[in-house]
């Protein structure tokens, strides 16, 4: 019997819960089965937005003020709101070239910014210019992109992203 397609239905069917229930790292890994290319790139760019918009935090779980209705919605030890599976996947190489090719933006970007937490403001630069390079990248992104690097360029510190902001004041 061939039951590939079969497979791979309940594969996709399988994501999309893990990734209702913000299990993103595990969600794209059951894409990755169901050979659902046009999803693992639906959320990866859907995490390198938020990512943008809200930066990693550096402060542990427990200091940072939880906000969320739904407590699965911050996760992830060192990096409060980011799946742990998700971060292991953006720190290793991926197991096909497509997946690489298609979680590149995102592992770049969560690269930069964990390059920036540890001061390393030259490697975060090179990191975040690979991002102008990309022919995918779209255009409303451009602006925020700028916007993280000319503070690293002259020397001044960055504001923190809007949803820091808004805890940091209140812990």
Known sequence: ????S????IAQAWARRLE????????LLYFEKGQSYVDIERVCWDHFERLLLAGISPLPLSSTLLCCT????????????????????????????MVGTLIAPLAVLFAFFKLKQTGDDGAAIQYLSK?????????????????????????????????????????
Do not use: K
Request: aromatic content about 6%.
């Open 70 to 97: 739904n407590p699965a919605d911050v996760v992830g030890g060192n990096y409060p709101g980011l799946d742990p599976t998700l971060v292991e996947i953006l720190e290793n190489s991926p197991a096909t070239a």
């Open 1 to 4: 019997m061939n039951l590939e």
């Open 20 to 27: 209702q229930e913000n299990q993103v790292g595990s969600a």
């Open 6 to 9: 079969e497979a791979g239905y």
């Open 131 to 171: 991002l102008f390079r990309l022919s995918s990248m779209p255009r409303e992104y451009v602006a925020l992109l700028i916007a993280e690097m000319l503070p690293l360029l002259d020397g001044t510190p960055a504001p923190p992203p809007p949803f820091q902001s808004l805890t940091n004041g209140l812990v």
